[in-house]
């Protein structure tokens, strides 16, 4: 099972950036980034496929860039004007699957994630 490790959070004020790597041991067909805060179910953000095809959550669309380097199995996820609701835990996960939606079950690895914390 691949290995993944996320790096890149921290706190920042709200309208600010922030960039989430996240470094896999091995190529997968997809990758996705999901979130969760507190008392809240674990949601997608971003999903990408090795055909570099990505798809976005509505709350993040035109803020949030996933990107996914292949040979070097390498997931990015650059966040923009960023808001007080974007406050998570953020995951990497990596798909068997070339296309596993948005679908938690259907991501077979997980990272052990990184906080974002956005302020005002």
């Known amino acids: 099972q691949v290995q993944l490790v996320e790096s890149g959070g921290g706190s920042v004020q709200a309208g600010g950036s922030l960039r989430l790597s996240c470094l896999a041991s091995?190529?997968?067909?997809?990758m996705g980034w999901f979130r969760q805060a507190a008392g809240k179910e674990r949601e997608a953000v971003a999903v990408i496929n090795k055909r570099g095809n990505p798809a976005y959550a509505d709350s993040v669309k035109g803020r949030f860039t996933i990107s996914m380097d292949g040979p070097k199995s390498t997931l990015t996820l650059q966040m923009n004007s960023l808001q007080l609701e974007d406050t998570a835990m953020y995951y990497c996960?990596?798909?068997?699957?070339?296309?596993?939606?948005?679908?938690?079950?259907?991501?077979?690895?997980w990272g052990q994630g990184t906080q974002v914390t956005v302020s005002s």
């Open positions: 996960a990596a798909s068997r699957l070339l296309w596993p939606a948005f679908q938690a079950a259907n991501f077979d690895a």
């Open positions: 091995g190529a997968s067909p997809s």
